[in-house]
Nanobody, 124 residues
Framework: VQLQASGGGLVQAGDSLRLSCVAS????????MGWFRQAPGKEREFVAGIHWPGDSTDYIDSVKGRFTISRDNAKNTAYLQMNNLKPEDTAVYFC??????????????????WGQGTQVTVSS
């Protein structure tokens, strides 16, 4: 599985972005998907995850109510809709896929597959 993340950019506080993660090489079933981020000088952290086939999601507290993770299994794509962005959301965002389920994605940064990062910069 190869994961290709896109959709990052430079925005102002309060703006929205939608990140996409397209998988190629293999179908994403039954992989759970996750989005992680890494800010300069900080460790990579879990942001949001979605179970296969998409009936369960999880978020870190700081993005609840602002970010929404979703997936289109027919398109082999996962999304992260980010609304009301804040400067503290600035980071490189990575998508990941893992067959060990949403719980694993929530607890670990060791994933079976990673996409390359996409930079999100939010100015105040």
């Amino acid at each position: 599985v190869q994961l290709q993340a896109s959709g990052g950019g430079l925005v102002q506080a309060g703006d929205s972005l939608r990140l996409s993660c397209v998988a190629s090489g293999r179908m994403l079933s039954p992989y759970s998907m996750g989005w992680f981020r890494q800010a300069p000088g900080k460790e990579r952290e879990f942001v949001a995850g979605i179970h296969w086939p998409g009936d369960s999601t999880d978020y870190i507290d700081s993005v609840k109510g602002r970010f929404t993770i979703s997936r289109d299994n027919a398109k082999n794509t996962a999304y992260l809709q980010m609304n009301n962005l804040k400067p503290e959301d600035t980071a490189v965002y990575f998508c990941a896929a893992d067959s060990r389920g949403l719980g694993h994605i929530r607890r670990s940064t060791t994933m079976q597959y990673w996409g390359q990062g996409t930079q999100v910069t939010v100015s105040s």
